[in-house]
């Protein structure tokens, strides 16, 4: 388009420089009217056509071509790690002692005691309230028949031993009665059976009253005796026994 515009203005250029020698009349008419107009206006330049396209100076890339990658939805499990084994070492098991003898609880730190039994006939005394009845009835039933020796209740005249105390402890004396200085005794009687165990405890007398039988009522039927014999047999037998409070025991 410039080089056209660049033409147009030769043109006209030259057409007014040789304008004067065209008004010569030897000359002008040799030129039309149309042909004057003609030099007189200017050159267009040609307008390109519209479906002639110019190609583009920037040359066109290629179009890349975009490939998804497909991916697990899951993702893949972890290895499995198997852990080491461990091998403990082998302990010696410790030397074991023989484990040291238990003491006898019966004779433990408990020297025997001996306590006096007063003959008792059981003619003469009657049977506590709380003696079973079956014991007292057996005693009647059986009272004629040597033979039948286990099976009776007799009294410490009555046996070819008497039984003898094993290790018991004498009743704790009680605070109070020690800190008034009071003493006293309390008279019990009770069974000692053929297992040398006391049975049918109670509490016959006691000076002064409502002091001192609390404690032997639990301390008595703890005693262990050697139970007495009739005939080389172990029987039971009733006993009473007087149990003495002092302050200097």
């Known amino acids: 388009m410039t080089a056209a515009l660049f033409l147009s203005m030769l043109v006209n250029g030259a057409i007014f420089a040789v304008g004067p020698f065209l008004l010569d009349r ?87 005691l001996e306590i006096a039994l007063k003959p008792l006939k059981t003619a003469s005394v009657p049977i506590a309230a709380n003696v079973h009845p079956t014991v007292a009835e057996k005693s009647e039933t059986t009272r004629g028949a040597p033979t039948d020796v286990e099976n009776r209740v007799y009294g410490i005249g009555e046996v070819d031993s008497a039984p003898r105390a094993l290790g018991q402890a004498l009743p704790p004396y009680p605070r109070v009665a020690r800190r008034r200085g009071i003493e006293g005794w309390v008279k019990v009687r009770f069974l000692i059976t053929k297992d040398g165990k006391v049975r049918n ?27 007495a014999r009739k005939q080389g047999e172990p029987v039971d037998v009733w006993v009473e026994q007087t149990i003495n409070f002092k302050l200097d025991q």
């Open 201 to 227: 405890l109670s509490v016959i007398e006691e000076s002064p009253a409502g002091v001192f039988h609390k404690t032997v009522l639990r301390t008595v039927p703890e005693w262990r005796f050697r139970p």
């Open 26 to 112: 030897r000359v002008l008419p040799l030129f039309s009217p149309h042909a004057l107009l003609n030099l007189m206006m200017p050159i267009r330049p040609e307008r390109p056509d519209p479906e002639e396209e110019q190609p583009d100076t920037l040359e066109e890339l290629p179009k890349l071509e975009i490939i998804p990658l497909e991916m697990d939805t899951e993702p893949p499990p972890p290895p499995e790690i198997t852990p080491p084994e461990l091998k403990m070492p082998e302990m010696e098991p410790p030397p074991q002692t023989p484990p040291s003898p238990l003491p006898d609880q019966k004779t433990s730190d408990m020297p025997d």
